[in-house]
């Protein structure tokens, strides 16, 4: 773009994170009106919420950076919601407000913050929550890259919902929501110029999908969503966390045909790849058959499968063990370092 | 040593083509394997054909393994 | 969701598990069976197949993985040369996280010098058209697998006069090492698992060397689990008959003759050099370095300042690579040396014996 000559309004200027006209302009004409709810419309220093429902307080808080940022299946307006949304949800909590600020670097394209924009009011209605607070700020060309988000979320465990890791036993199910890797295979792809009409980033807010599993009185005992480091790690950290063993069944992992093969064409493992809208639930067998039941009526649930079986914690074991569709048996680790691609 | 998979040749320039496996594009160097065709299978090692694949002794291969399993198996 | 895979269909699995049993039970003593390939290593590991060979037939791992048998000293250059202000250095991600004397490429890059991970030596030419001001430096290691593409990437750069491109040679050969271990003799190898995708560029004709001089059979296979447990059920029958033949048990990609014109530019580009192997020293004639005519394409000749070579105390890489033990027998092993913190290149490469071993294989009994 150097050397071109470029309508001032048409990219981030330093002066839009400057706190003055240009910032107001910035936030009147690009954000407010995809946004737009009476929170946000004052533009006070907080907002002032109303009272809690019955429950307890659950928050959490996340960082999103990705490249590219805006990719199949979603942008990064629309990750940083679901993710901060997603986190609320497999904790148990009915996900309410959320923050949301973004960190632009000097010359991003009023056009993609927009997308941004419009990506984070989609996720929020998607998932019934209303983005209450936010700031903009705008560091040097070259001091960033294009765009980062930081979001905050409170929500409420309903009375009577117990879930953690503690509550798992032996014997239980490991169900996944839907096919995995999707999201990583996406990012992935486009990084190492692989093109495909069909893969595409699963990010999706999973409040109405959890919900689903409640009001279907299903026992939850402890869900996770496996995103960085994919269902492996996730599944690594809850044997830890929780003293178990996990052994999935390598024949019964839900991976798309396109994702397999962005995998054996970078030399990945779509086991370590991140999902940003699926859920791995723990229940007890006998409420296995429900809760698939119950996610698979839900339209991010269908793909919905059993994949492993949580076994008697035992001392000289591995805690997580994959059985091999060779009928073999591999210990899995967490994601050690980077996933590089590797020809080896 | 090496990390190769097959992909269909569905296109090809001078030197270089697009192969495709299960929905999934990469442009491919095709100076090690240039009498490859479109519609061919071909070895694709860190972004170069390296080799065709003969899709008939793949195919034996199967066969002569199955019958193993057959005259072995449970 | 997904067709079921017939090439890793767990009843033929068994079925051929089943058949090596039974061979199994006509040999008079323990053997080994080194596969010889990295990548081998991993689909053994990954499909969990050593767990289900009888005990008398064990699987030992080669030096075949092109990142593990790179020396030190060839990292040592590829650091110093990615803190020459003017170079890019691409490489392989494979290579990012093998540590140099007193640094690696992934702590290079965190301290601001310019290294991109690419798939492809194609990516690398795409790199260095797009940057002409700066010098963009591929570190080439790799088998004849690897190596033509190489070659052919330069022959690119040649063609276009993109002057920019050049390659640290790092180039290793198959024979050389394998004639090494079994003339030393201090490895019982008694058949080789060969490395399919070397085949396809070299030809099954290539290891006349292994009947003729040798004596040692071999089987060249394919990568799924139905593949590697072919091959090594015909190598229990040809050790029990004491038949020294070569196998082409991957004939859907490797033919006699293999791929001649990656050869020929192999040819043009490259001549075989004496060179050095991580565990195993130097062997004549083992590696390639570019003709003198391509000088100008090569990184070896740019000036730098390297650190002094020196390698990581206590470190068995070298033993782990001729199959001489087991990464268990390694006291670094899963105490300072784990894939986060690898302190032998075997740690490093996923396809790496040890990683191999860490990620893998200590299944029952370590966690």
């Given at each position: ?18 706190g ?45 950076v990705?490249?590219p ?10 990750l ?89 036993r ?175 | ?15 270089v083509?697009?192969?495709?496996v ?47 399993a ?5 | ?5 017939p ?17 199994a ?19 053994i590991?990954?499909?969990?197949l ?22 030190i000293?060839?990292?040592d ?25 007193r ?133 229990v ?34 001549e ?30 740019l000036?730098?300042?390297l ?24 006291p ?13 290149a075997?740690?490093v ?13 200590r ?5």
């Amino acid at each position: 773009m150097r050397g071109t000559r470029v309508k001032a309004d048409s990219r981030i200027l330093l002066g839009h994170g400057a706190g003055g006209r240009l910032t107001h302009e910035l936030v009147a004409r690009s954000i407010l009106p995809a946004l737009d709810n009476p929170y946000l419309a004052t533009l006070s220093d907080a907002a002032v919420l109303t009272q809690l429902p019955a429950g307890r307080p659950a928050m959490t808080t996340d960082g999103f950076v990705v490249d590219p940022p805006v990719f199949a299946g979603g942008d990064l307006g629309y990750l940083s919601v679901c993710g901060t949304v997603n986190d609320l949800c497999v904790s148990g909590a009915r996900p309410l407000w959320l923050t949301w600020a973004l960190i632009l670097e000097e010359g991003l394209e009023l056009e993609l913050l927009e997308r941004f924009v419009r990506g984070a009011a989609r996720a929020a209605s998607e998932a019934g929550v209303v983005l209450v607070a936010g700031d903009t700020k705008v560091v040097p060309r070259g001091k960033g890259d294009r765009a980062y988000a930081v979001t905050s979320g409170l929500g409420v465990v309903p009375p009577g919902r117990e879930l953690g890791d503690q509550h798992i036993r032996p014997g239980d199910a490991v169900l996944v929501s839907g096919p995995i890797g999707d999201h990583g295979a996406t990012i992935l792809a486009h990084r190492h110029e692989l093109g495909s009409d069909e893969l595409r980033s699963d990010c999706a807010p999973l409040a109405g999908l959890i919900e689903a599993l409640f009001a279907a009185r299903v026992d939850v005992r402890a869900m996770h969503d496996p995103t960085r480091g994919g269902v492996a790690t996730t599944c690594y950290e809850t044997c830890r966390r929780g003293n178990l063993r996990i052994e999935l069944d390598e024949r019964a992992l839900p991976v798309r045909r396109e994702v397999a093969a962005t995998c054996r064409l970078l030399g990945l493992d779509p086991l370590y790849l991140a999902c940003e809208g699926r859920v791995l639930v723990w229940v007890s067998e006998e409420h296995a058959e429900r809760a698939l039941a119950a996610l698979r009526e839900h339209p991010l649930g269908r793909g919905a499968v059993r994949i492993g079986v949580v076994a008697e914690p035992s001392p000289g074991l591995a805690p997580l063990v994959l059985r091999t569709a060779a009928g073999g048996r591999r210990p899995l680790d967490m994601l050690s370092g980077l996933d590089l691609p590797r020809i080896c | 040593m090496c990390l190769a998979i097959p992909m269909r040749l569905v296109e090809r320039r001078e030197f270089v083509g697009t192969g495709e496996v299960d929905g999934v594009r990469r442009e491919i160097g095709l100076a090690l394997c240039s009498e490859a065709r479109v519609g061919d299978f071909v070895l694709v090692h860190a972004g170069f054909a390296i080799g065709c694949i003969d899709e008939e002794a793949a195919r034996e291969t199967l066969a002569a393994l199955a019958r193993i399993a057959a005259e072995d198996g449970p | 969701m997904n067709d079921p895979d017939p090439w890793s269909d767990a009843g033929t699995i068994r079925a051929l598990a089943g058949r090596i049993e039974q061979r199994a039970r006509r040999l008079t003593r323990g053997i080994k069976l080194m596969e010889v390939c990295g990548t081998h290593t991993h689909a053994i590991a990954r499909a969990g197949l050593r767990r289900m060979l009888p005990s008398n037939v064990k699987l030992i791992s080669g030096p075949g993985c092109p990142v593990c048998v790179t020396p030190i000293d060839y990292m040592d250059r590829a650091v110093a040369l990615a803190r020459r202000a003017d170079v890019t250095v691409c490489t392989f991600g494979d290579l990012l996280r093998v540590p140099s004397s007193r640094s690696s490429l992934e702590r290079e890059s965190a301290a601001g010098h310019d290294i991109r991970i690419v798939y492809s030596p194609r990516d690398a030419l795409r790199i260095a058209r797009a940057a002409p001001e700066r010098k963009v430096v591929f570190l080439g290691v790799g088998f004849e697998t690897t190596l033509p593409g190489i070659a052919a990437a330069l022959e690119e750069a040649e063609r276009e006069q993109l002057d920019n491109f050049l390659v640290l040679p790092g180039a290793k050969l198959l024979e050389p090492p394998l004639r090494a271990l079994v003339e030393a003799g201090d490895v019982q190898v008694d058949g080789f698992l060969l490395p399919g995708h070397v085949s396809v560029i070299t030809g099954s004709a290539f290891y006349a060397f292994m009947t003729d001089a040798l004596r040692v059979p071999g089987a060249i296979v394919g990568f799924t689990a139905l593949d590697v447990l072919s091959g090594v059920e015909r190598l229990v029958e040809l050790v029990a008959a004491g038949e020294a033949r070569v196998l082409n048990l991957y004939p859907r990609v490797v033919t006699e003759s293999g791929n001649r014109a990656a050869r020929e530019l192999l040819e043009r580009w490259f001549e075989p050099v004496d060179s050095r192997w991580r565990g195993l020293g130097s062997i004549p004639r083992s590696g390639l370095a570019l003709r003198d005519q391509f000088a100008h394409r090569d990184a070896s000749k740019l000036d730098v300042a390297l650190d002094p070579t020196c390698e990581p105390r206590g470190c068995r890489c070298g033993e782990v690579l001729k199959g001489a033990i087991e990464p268990p027998d390694c006291p670094l092993f899963d105490t300072v040396c784990t894939p986060l913190e690898p302190v032998g290149a075997c740690m490093v490469s996923s396809e790496g014996t040890c990683a191999a071993w860490y990620r893998h294989e200590r299944c029952e009994e370590h966690a």
